[in-house]
């Protein structure tokens, strides 16, 4: 059995380790909370997240990081984004030198504008080779009750995806391949603020034609700027990029496009993070992306509104019209 350490006992960890698990491996996860390690190791099922959900019995938790990494070849991290450096930075002596990083983390890191895999590499020193990336259409609950769902695993070395794809396909998770690490970090980011944005919509009251003109114009400004960086445009059309667009914009079980609506319903950012312990990634990566964006010269306008939104510069309303009254363009624009 290969063993791998799951950092994160959050929603998507706590999927994945059951993915991790149904795939053949022994799974160790680090749980930052006694009492939700415990309810993985006792009840088999980690109650806070998903109760009633059972986990196999190769999956154990423990609270002592050098527990969960002990000989594991593959370490998956999936805390918030924007909690990773600090995170990681005291993790890096017990993690096994050879190890190959997953990220699950779907963010850009506020002030250096460096994606998760960026992170991973500048903090252990890591090469390219040993940093791989999930993303696609994966909402956690329909992951963790074995929907079918496919996914990208992406990482510059093919060999290790295709070895990271081994490690999770299971009969109801289907992981594809890609070298095209930026593109599908990029993706996965951004479709948090695309979500927010969406969810804003929804939560005002508005139909299907505004979604889809977000959705849309969304996913153009996120090819823009995944091609000025040097992503490959077609993995934006893929299931990290569309694919996830359309899950996350789509379904109430996102936390972003939840917390969207809260905002069109006139919450501000304040009540919504007080009334909730889930991470909605895009609430913090549309100040970072928007920051990336810029440092590009790349137009980005649902990243900067939605950022004044989340801030409470502008209302969501006054953003949604703020989109139409900008100067006409071309659509390849
Ligand atoms: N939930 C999903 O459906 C889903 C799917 C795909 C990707 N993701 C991505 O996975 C990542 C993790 O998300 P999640 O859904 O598991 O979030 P979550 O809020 O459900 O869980 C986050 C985990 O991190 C822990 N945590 C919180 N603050 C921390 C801190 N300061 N230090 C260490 N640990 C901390 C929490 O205790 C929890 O175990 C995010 O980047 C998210 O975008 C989530
Ligand atoms: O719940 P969200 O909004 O963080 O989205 C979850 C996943 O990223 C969907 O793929």
Known sequence: MTKVAVFGAGSWGTAFSRVLADA???????????????????????????????????????????????????????VPSQKLRENLTTWTGVLPPDAVFVSLMKGVELGSTKRMSEVIAEVTGAGP??????????????????????????????????????????????PYR???????????????VIALCVGMAVGLGFGDNTTAS??????????????????????????????DLVATCS?????????????????????????TRQVAEGAKSCASIYDLAAKHGVDAPVAEHVDRVVR????????????????????KD
């Open 178 to 192: 890609s070298t095209d690490v930026l593109g599908c970090e990029l993706g996965g980011a951004y479709k948090n």
């Open 129 to 174: 080779e040993r940093i791989s990336v999930v993303s696609g259409p994966n909402l956690a609950r329909e992951i963790a009750l074995r929907e079918p769902a496919a996914s990208v695993v992406a990482c510059a070395d093919e060999d290790v995806a295709h070895r990271v794809q081994q490690l999770c396909h299971t009969q109801a998770f289907r």
């Open 24 to 78: 053949g491996n022994e799974v160790t996860i680090w749980a930052r909370r006694e009492e939700v390690c415990a309810s993985i190791n006792e009840q088999h099922e980690n109650r806070e997240y998903f109760p009633g959900i059972e986990l196999p019995d190769t999956v154990r938790a423990t609270t002592d990081p050098g527990e969960a990494a002990w000989e594991a070849e593959f370490v998956v991290l999936s």
């Open 312 to 331: 409470g510069e502008i209302s969501a309303r006054d953003m949604m019209y703020a989109f139409i009254a900008r100067d006409t363009k071309h659509e």
């Open 251 to 275: 379904s109430p079980l996102s936390r972003n496009r939840t917390f969207g609506e809260k905002l069109g319903q006139g919450m501000t950012t304040e009540e919504i993070i007080a009334s």
């Open 214 to 243: 977000l959705i849309t114009r969304g996913l153009a400004e996120t090819a823009r700027l995944a091609q000025r960086l040097g992503a490959d445009p077609m993995t934006l059309m893929g299931l990290a990029g569309l694919g």
